[in-house]
């Protein structure tokens, strides 16, 4: 268990619709970032908050949006959902910046 | 932007037989991080590097951070069959240090 917890592992979906996944980072981290990883693929940044503030912004499509709350948990929000979007996302945490924690994941299927 | 290219791509190997992988950019990195992902689950750090010419070990892996600063390598010894999995490099962007640019991977496969 890195920590990094991850809601839901898995989320299956019609396309147009909208989802919602969720992360609590390790205790004491107060960045959280979003990767996503499509099938075989590397992983692509998408998003870092740092308590509370967004701080960097990677290829991440104008459809996702996503927050981090004042208890450091954050969201990442996927709408108007096409087949393309079907992949892993990761959460990740750090305190330092550099080393970073990640969750489980979360596989998202479009259909 | 900053990309990361590792090779080979894939491997195929015999438990017991010793791995080199490595990773090179285009770019210097003051950082170097290798982290393995098992199928279905999330990447994990295994190694990190903080300077040029550093070399370090985890067990059976060593890697080593290139004198260049362009590049990294991963050894690992007498293989064993949960080494099965994706091994990535990584390092912080220049730009945005917060942010980590990802390789493009190193799948390992182990045969009995």
């Known amino acids: 268990d890195s920590g990094v917890t991850q809601t839901p592992k898995h989320l299956i979906t019609a396309t147009g619709q909208r989802v919602t996944l969720r992360c609590s980072p390790r205790s004491g981290d107060l960045s959280v970032y979003w990767y996503q990883q499509s099938l075989d693929q590397g992983l692509q940044f998408l998003i870092q908050y740092y308590n509370g503030e967004e701080r960097a912004k990677g290829n991440i499509l104008e459809r996702f949006s996503a927050q981090q709350f004042p208890d450091l948990h954050s969201e990442l929000n996927l709408s108007s959902l096409e087949l393309g979007d079907s992949a892993l996302y990761f959460c990740?945490?750090?305190?330092?910046?550099?080393?970073?924690?990640f969750g489980a994941g979360s596989r998202l299927t479009v259909l | 932007g900053q990309q990361l290219n590792q090779s080979p791509q894939s491997m195929f190997i015999q438990e017991g037989e010793d791995v080199s992988m490595n990773c090179t950019s285009s770019s210097i990195f003051n950082t170097w991080l290798w982290y393995k992902q098992d199928p279905g689950e999330g990447p994990v750090l295994l190694i990190a590097l903080y300077k040029a010419g550093e070399l370090t070990s985890n067990g059976r892996l060593t890697a080593q951070f290139g004198i260049t600063r362009k590049d990294s390598f991963l050894n690992i010894s007498a293989s064993i069959p949960s080494d099965v999995g994706i091994y990535f490099c990584?390092?912080?962007?220049?730009?945005?240090?917060?942010?980590?640019?990802f390789g493009t991977g190193t799948r390992l496969q182990v045969t009995l």
């Open positions: 990584a390092g912080p962007n220049t730009g945005t240090a917060s942010k980590l640019t």
């Open positions: 990740a945490s750090s305190d330092t910046g550099v080393v970073l924690t």
